[in-house]
T-cell receptor, first 113, second 114 residues
Framework: SQQGEEDPQALSIQEGENATMNCSYK?????LQWYRQNSGRGLVHLIL?????REKHSGRLRVTLDTSKKSSSLLITASRAADTASYFC?????????????FGTGTSLTVIP | DGGITQSPKYLFRKEGQNVTLSCEQN?????MYWYRQDPGQGLRLIYY???????QKGDIAEGYSVSREKKESFPLTVTSAQKNPTAFYLC?????????????FGQGTRLTVV
């Protein structure tokens, strides 16, 4: 079953603006990850934040995690047309000695040049 | 280059036929996964495998079958029992025992029933 729900489903902004998308999940996690998918392509990993971390940065990406609210946000600063893609959050689930990934429904981001 | 390769990129199937999607990885990952993606529904897990000769059903395994005879390969067969097979199929791999690991994805296979 899907663990995460992204919000909004779709977002359209002007180039140079910041884009914020949110993810809510249901159960306890070890980590939360964000992925990007260009149209018709596979997913590419962007950033992982562990359950004991509250904020993490990578280039123009900033991720926050609030485990008490079971939510995360992804901020893309100074957006570019090339950032146009769908963004998914994924949480892990421990299965015995291994792990699995549960993906949300995604946010479709359009950056207008 | 290390990576995960899916083939073919596009696949057309007549109703009532079985079809097999290929997934190969050279990342030395123990775990491999198959996801189905439909518009607006995100990714749903079909099957996963954590080790050679072992695999487990995901959330939507009905109408699908897999095998894991080699560490590098995890083919997915879409059988005639799958009622609505038209979708985008994604294969992924990862380490299995590292709790903070990422999934690596192939470029996907778009299956269309004609």
């Amino acid at each position: 079953s899907q663990q995460g729900e992204e919000d909004p489903q779709a977002l359209s902004i002007q180039e140079g603006e910041n884009a914020t998308m949110n993810c809510s999940y249901k159960t306890s996690i070890n980590n939360l990850q964000w992925y990007r998918q260009n149209s018709g392509r596979g997913l590419v990993h962007l950033i992982l934040i562990r359950s004991n971390e509250r904020e993490k940065h990578s280039g123009r990406l900033r991720v926050t995690l609030d485990t008490s609210k079971k939510s995360s946000s992804l901020l893309i600063t100074a957006s570019r047309a090339a950032d146009t893609a769908s963004y998914f959050c994924a949480t892990d689930a421990i299965l015995g000695t291994g792990n699995q990934f549960y993906f949300g429904t995604g946010t479709s981001l359009t950056v207008i040049p | 280059d290390g990576g995960i390769t899916q083939s073919p990129k596009y696949l057309f199937r007549k109703e009532g036929q079985n079809v097999t999607l290929s997934c190969e990885q050279n990342l030395n990952h123990d775990a491999m996964y198959w996801y189905r993606q439909d518009p607006g529904q995100g990714l749903r897990l079909i099957y996963y495998s954590q080790i050679v000769n072992d695999f487990q059903k995901g959330d939507i395994a009905e109408g699908y079958s897999v095998s894991r005879e080699k560490k590098e390969s995890f083919p997915l067969t879409v059988t005639s029992a799958q009622k609505n097979p038209t979708a985008f199929y994604l294969c992924a791999s990862s380490t299995w025992t590292d709790m903070n690991t990422e999934a690596f994805f192939g470029q996907g296979t778009r299956l269309t029933v004609v």
